[in-house]
């Protein structure tokens, strides 16, 4: 059994200093409880660290260049555990999966044309097409009966009008949590497919899924003009820092094009450490990964019951995967400013604000729940006697 409830001796310590860092240039102050990057307090699984001590234990570094034995767990992994097939002949290895993004915008498109995608959405899509000298298309989600969905009506319009070449999918989708249903994906690709853009999904978070939701890669769509980020064990297996991103692509022509461009910025260099992690993480994880997503759903249940009694004017939208739960204030009445007060300089907690996904959603935070319990648990004190304080 892996104990997510423990967070391993020294990690606070250890990490204190770069920790510190970043509070204060986002936050302006160091002295918060830290829910805002989307990582894990846990330690990985023990698979991953056996197979990471015993290349340290070699101390041999030489040249590995061998990725195929990566694409080939990552296929068996998403056979067994998602019931689709993957080429491993489709993948192209990057160094992060935003590299790869990145890669694919340029590639795909000119400059000035349009790149879509859905707010609110991880803040980098926005950097990473703009960096780019493309134009950012949002085209909202919309809440429909407490939930959030894609608009379609509103995609039509903006496919028509806005030189759309790309359309950056999130599935599941950060930061609210959605994982895309199978019709929901069939409406978009028909939508892509008619106007002819190009869906690069990022599937970054696919395998944290909760129960009673099923992952839909672009990729189980069989439609090849379509393409993933897909594999990354970076969220699944809480290995932020060191781990790969890998493009799939269908087309062979255009793999073919997209790799000479990696290979030809020497980009697919990759370095044993990663690759050894990526193995065993793929093909040992599993049992581990089925136990954190049991130990997530507690934490969730939790927090549900704890702001139904508690603090009911305080909405979660449930995840359906990812490790972050999307909370909405506005039912409090506070001004922007008065929210932060609360949350930052009262409740001391660092937690992501609602316009880096959104500048419409100032009265939203974006919570990582991948942290033990009883931290979460604190932290939710902490919020309720600051607002009772200040009410
Ligand atoms: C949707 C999404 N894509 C990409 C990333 C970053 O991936 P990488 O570090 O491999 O570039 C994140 C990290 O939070 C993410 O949420």
Not at 276 to 291: Q, R, S
């Amino acid at each position: 059994m892996a104990s997510f409830e423990r967070l391993k001796e020294g990690y606070q310590q250890q990490f204190a200093r770069s920790e510190a860092q970043t509070l204060q240039e986002i936050f302006g102050r160091t002295d918060l409880t830290p829910f805002w990057i989307a990582d894990m307090d846990f330690e990985v699984a023990p698979a991953i660290s056996t197979a990471l001590n015993q290349l340290v234990e070699r101390g041999i570094y030489a040249y590995e260049l061998a990725n195929q034995e990566e694409y080939q767990a990552i296929a068996n992994w998403n056979q067994q555990r998602h019931h689709f097939a993957l080429d491993t002949k489709a993948f192209i290895q990057v160094p992060s999966v935003l590299t790869g993004i990145a890669i694919l915008i340029r590639e795909l498109t000119q400059v000035n044309d349009g790149v879509l995608i859905q707010t609110p959405v991880y803040h980098q899509f926005v950097q990473v097409i703009q960096k780019a000298n493309r134009k950012v298309i949002s085209n909202p989600l919309q809440i429909v009966a407490g939930k959030y969905e894609m608009d379609f009506v509103d995609l039509e319009r903006k496919l028509q009008r806005e030189q759309v070449k790309i359309i950056l999918l999130c599935n599941p989708h950060n930061p609210i949590g959605r994982v895309w249903k199978k019709e929901e994906l069939e409406k978009l690709v028909a939508l892509a497919n008619q106007y002819k853009a190009i869906i690069v999904s990022d599937e970054i978070h696919g395998d944290i899924i909760h129960q009673g939701h099923q992952f839909n890669s672009i990729i189980s769509l069989q439609q090849d003009q379509h393409l993933a980020l897909l594999g990354s064990p970076a969220k699944t297996f809480g290995m932020q820092s060191i781990s790969n991103g890998y493009i799939y692509i269908p087309q062979e022509e255009r793999k073919k094009k997209i790799n000479h461009t990696v290979e030809a910025m020497y980009l697919n260099h990759g370095n044993a450490l990663t690759a050894y992690a990526t193995i065993a993480a793929f093909n040992h994880g599993g049992p581990w990964l089925d136990e954190l997503l049991t130990y997530l759903a507690g934490n969730i249940a939790w927090i549900q019951q704890f702001l139904a009694q508690e603090m009911p004017l305080v909405k979660m939208f449930a995840p359906e995967g990812t490790y972050q739960i999307w909370l909405d204030f506005s039912a409090l009445g506070l001004s922007p400013e008065a929210l932060d007060q609360l949350l930052v300089a009262q409740a001391k907690l660092a937690l992501s604000p609602g316009t880096w996904f959104d500048q419409n959603c100032v009265l939203f935070r974006r919570m990582n729940i991948a942290s033990p319990l009883s931290k979460i648990q604190k932290a939710f004190h902490q919020l309720q006697s600051a607002y009772q304080q200040s009410s």
